[in-house]
Nanobody, 120 residues
Framework: QVQLVESGGGLVQPGGSLRLSCTAS????????MTWYRQAVGKERELVAT????????RYADSVKGRFTISRDNTRNMVYLQMNSLKPEDTAVYYC?????????????WGQGTQVTVSS
């Protein structure tokens, strides 16, 4: 059974930090690129950060560059998002996504999301 389980969300003051984790099971984690998305109330889901299957390359949304860091541990089937200097506009539900090209189509898996609220 494929599962992605996010954790680490919560309430934090502006300027604070949080570390999100995503634990994968039920598929070959090391063959998938991993991405963190977020969706704020009333807005579309947006890409936050992505990392290739080997961890050799990363990409970030302009809004989080220099503040967020994505990393992965293929020995533990986990991906992380370190979030520093958090701003109120970072408030959203954060989702973990795994994707790879299969034999005929993209193979896509999603977690259930974890809430991040940045407020004083």
């Amino acid at each position: 059974q494929v599962q992605l389980v996010e954790s680490g969300g919560g309430l934090v003051q502006p300027g604070g930090s949080l570390r999100l984790s995503c634990t994968a099971s039920g598929f070959t984690f090391s063959t998938y690129s991993m991405t963190w998305y977020r969706q704020a109330v009333g807005k579309e889901r947006e890409l936050v950060a992505t990392i290739t299957s080997t961890g050799g390359s990363t990409r970030y949304a302009d809004s989080v560059k220099g503040r967020f860091t994505i990393s992965r541990d293929n020995t533990r089937n986990m991906v992380y998002l370190q979030m520093n200097s958090l701003k109120p506009e970072d408030t959203a539900v954060y989702y973990c996504n795994a994707v790879r090209w299969g034999d005929y189509d993209w193979e896509n898996h999603w977690g259930q999301g974890t809430q991040v609220t940045v407020s004083s």
